[in-house]
């Protein structure tokens, strides 16, 4: 068996393809999630689940500004700040459950359409994230990539990291601090990301890094 893909090898259109693969499979979920559900926990700490979804979206919008950075050249700051970000969120989160799913479906699609005709110079032009750290606009795709397919299991609505693209595990699994667990790729990941031991046989006796 050859080595296993990493998402960030991979090329730009396969890239696209996972995110897209994601948003269906966020959106399957979120179909099958009445509306009342929308006001049930979600698996982070003091969202609910409607939280999660006004995130997914306001994200999409988000990296949209970056791979506007990029294209133009004029700096254009992912969120104006982190209060405003926190702020976002909080306000969308209370729109119907109607008005957040066509948001969600409708940023995801901005978001695509932009990179769909981004020239491939472009790509590599230096963008600056909520962080503060310097990446190419290439990032925005392993950006959102993670905000999908995590954030489609903190719905709690039995979406699992064994459903992951193994690309999407694997980048995961390099990203993630050195950890002595050991275990099944969706398992160690679900851990390590603070999701739980849902995916493990056996839950360890110590935390999870702290990394995301």
């Known amino acids: 068996m050859g080595p296993q893909p990493l998402f960030n090898d991979l090329e730009i259109t396969d890239r696209l393809s996972i995110v897209a693969d994601g948003q269906t499979w966020l959106t399957g979920y979120l179909d099958a999630l009445g ?5 049930g926990p979600s698996l982070l700490p003091d969202w609910k689940r409607r939280h999660v979804i006004a995130h997914i979206g306001y994200n999409a919008r988000g990296l949209g500004r970056l791979v506007d950075w990029a294209t133009t050249g004029i700096e254009t700051p992912m969120y104006p700040s982190a209060q405003a970000r926190a702020t976002e969120i909080d306000e969308g989160a209370q729109a119907s459950p109607c008005v957040l799913r066509e948001f969600v479906a409708a940023s995801a699609a901005e978001l695509t359409a932009k990179w769909r005709v981004l020239p491939w ?6 963008v600056r994230v909520v962080s503060g750290a310097e990446v190419p606009a290439s990032a925005t795709l392993w950006m959102r990539a993670k905000e999908v397919w995590i954030h489609t299991v903190d719905l709690g609505t039995g979406a699992t990291f064994a459903e992951f693209p193994r690309a999407v595990l694997n980048q995961l699994l390099t990203d ?28 360890p006796d110590f935390d999870p890094p702290a990394w995301m």
């Open 35 to 39: 509306d009342d559900g929308f006001d």
């Open 121 to 126: 110079e472009a790509w590599q032009a230096t």
């Open 176 to 203: 993630i601090p050195e950890t002595p667990l050991t275990g099944p790729a969706a398992g160690v990941v679900r851990w390590a990301t603070g999701r739980g031991a849902d995916e493990l046989e056996t839950a």
